[in-house]
């Protein structure tokens, strides 16, 4: 079930029902899609804790300049959300949202 996608499309996140715990996987565009996530709980908590980080601790709009993402930034995010997804998950939901 694609359950969301990017603004005009080709970027979905898809929860794969079919199968135990419910998988979550994404892509950039509409090639091989990723894994992100083991389950979609595990996926709506890392979002959380992706919410609690970006609007919590940075506003957003503090998150990065034109030169790209500040290093403080990502090693939060890391600290607070791959605890949620467990590191072989983190990489492809970091990917997928800041990649």
Same mark, same amino acid.
């Given at each position: 079930?694609?359950? !969301?996608? =990017?603004? /005009?499309?080709?970027? %979905?996140?898809? &929860? ?9 996987? *994404? !892509?950039? =565009?509409? /090639?091989?899609?990723? %894994?992100?996530? &083991?389950?979609?709980a595990d996926f709506v908590n890392a979002l959380s *804790? ?44 970091w990917d997928y949202f800041y990649g």
């Amino acid at each position: 079930m694609v359950f !969301a996608d =990017d603004v /005009g499309g080709g970027k %979905p996140v898809i &929860a794969v029902i079919n199968r135990e715990g419910t998988p979550v996987y *994404a !892509a950039h =565009d509409a /090639g091989q899609a990723f %894994p992100i996530a &083991a389950s979609l709980a595990d996926f709506v908590n890392a979002l959380s *804790a992706m919410i609690s980080v970006v609007y919590g601790e940075f506003e957003i709009f503090e998150i990065g300049d034109d030169d790209g993402l500040y290093p403080g930034f990502e090693q939060r995010f890391k600290e607070v959300v791959e605890p949620v997804l467990g590191a072989e998950y983190y990489e492809g939901f970091w990917d997928y949202f800041y990649g």
